[in-house]
T-cell receptor, first 116, second 113 residues
Framework: NAGVTQTPKFQVLKTGQSMTLQCAQD?????MSWYRQDPGMGLRLIHY???????DQGEVPNGYNVSRSTTEDFPLRLLSAAPSQTSVYFC???????????????FGNGTRLTVT | GQQLNQSPQSMFIQEGEDVSMNCTSS?????WLWYKQDPGEGPVLLIA?????ELTSNGRLTAQFGITRKDSFLNISASIPSDVGIYFC?????????????FGQGTILTVHP
C-alpha cells in the first residue's frame, strides 16, 4: 500500500517555465489537497478537491491550476514559475469530512521546488 | 478569517528535557489535531483531541484541549533525538472538509544528544 505518492522529489525551474507536480493516492480517498510549506508560515492550502471533477481554491491559489479527472490523481500545475513559488509542496488525501473516527489527513513526502 | 498562533517557533533542548508547545486561536473549535513532520517527510498525525478539557497521552506525548476550545498544548517528556522535527497544530470544526484544514506555523524542535 503506497499511500500518497508525489513526483518528482526535487525540481529546479527557471522563471517563466511551466511544470506539473504529480500526486497519486491508492486509498480510494475522496478528498485531496495541495499545500505549500515555507519557513515560519506553516502549511498553506493552495487548492483542494472533494471528489473527481470537483476542485476549489484554498488560501494561496494564484499561479497554480489543478484538475481531478480521477479519484486517484490530483496534479498541480505551475503555469509560469516565479521565484516566489520556491517552496516545498505537499499533497494530502483523506477518506471523508473531518469527524471523530474518520481517517486523518495522509500526506505525501513532498516535492522540493526551486525557481531561479 | 481565523487567527491561529503556535508557539514557540523553535526550541533547542538537551536530550532528556521536557518540551511544551501550544496553539491559540481567535475561533472556537471542537477538535484539535497535532501533527509531526520528520525531516524530509510529510506530516503524520500524533494525537487527536475531541472534547474540551480532554487530556490525552500517547507514550511520552501528552496533549490537552483547552476549556475555552480556543487553545491546545502538546507536551513531550524526556525528549530523545528522534523527537527532532516540526510539530503542527491543526484545529477544525466537525464536518469541515479536510481540504480546508488550517495548520499552525509550526514549532521546530532540535534535540541535542
Amino acid at each position: 500500500n503506497a499511500g500518497v505518492t508525489q513526483t518528482p522529489k526535487f525540481q529546479v525551474l527557471k522563471t517563466g517555465q511551466s511544470m506539473t507536480l504529480q500526486c497519486a493516492q491508492d486509498m480510494n480517498h475522496e478528498y485531496m489537497s495541495w499545500y505549500r510549506q515555507d519557513p515560519g508560515m506553516g502549511l498553506r492550502l493552495i487548492h483542494y478537491s472533494v471528489g473527481a471533477g470537483i476542485t476549489d481554491q484554498g488560501e494561496v491559489p494564484n499561479g497554480y491550476n489543478v484538475s481531478r479527472s480521477t479519484t486517484e490523481d490530483f496534479p498541480l500545475r505551475l503555469l509560469s514559475a516565479a521565484p516566489s513559488q520556491t517552496s516545498v509542496y505537499f499533497c494530502a488525501s483523506s477518506l471523508g469530512k473531518l469527524r471523530q473516527g474518520n481517517s486523518p489527513l495522509h500526506f505525501g513526502n513532498g516535492t522540493r521546488l526551486t525557481v531561479t | 478569517g481565523q487567527q491561529l498562533n503556535q508557539s514557540p517557533q523553535s526550541m533547542f533542548i538537551q536530550e532528556g528535557e521536557d518540551v511544551s508547545m501550544n496553539c491559540t486561536s481567535s475561533s472556537i473549535f471542537n477538535t484539535w489535531l497535532w501533527y509531526k513532520q520528520d525531516p524530509g517527510e510529510g506530516p503524520v498525525l500524533l494525537i487527536a483531541l475531541y472534547k474540551a478539557g480532554e487530556l490525552t497521552s500517547n507514550g511520552r506525548l501528552t496533549a490537552q484541549f483547552g476549556i475555552t476550545r480556543k487553545d491546545s498544548f502538546l507536551n513531550i517528556s524526556a525528549s530523545i533525538p528522534s523527537d527532532v522535527g516540526i510539530y503542527f497544530c491543526a484545529p477544525y470544526k466537525s464536518g469541515t472538509s479536510y481540504g480546508k484544514l488550517t495548520f499552525g506555523q509550526g514549532t521546530i524542535l532540535t534535540v541535542h544528544p
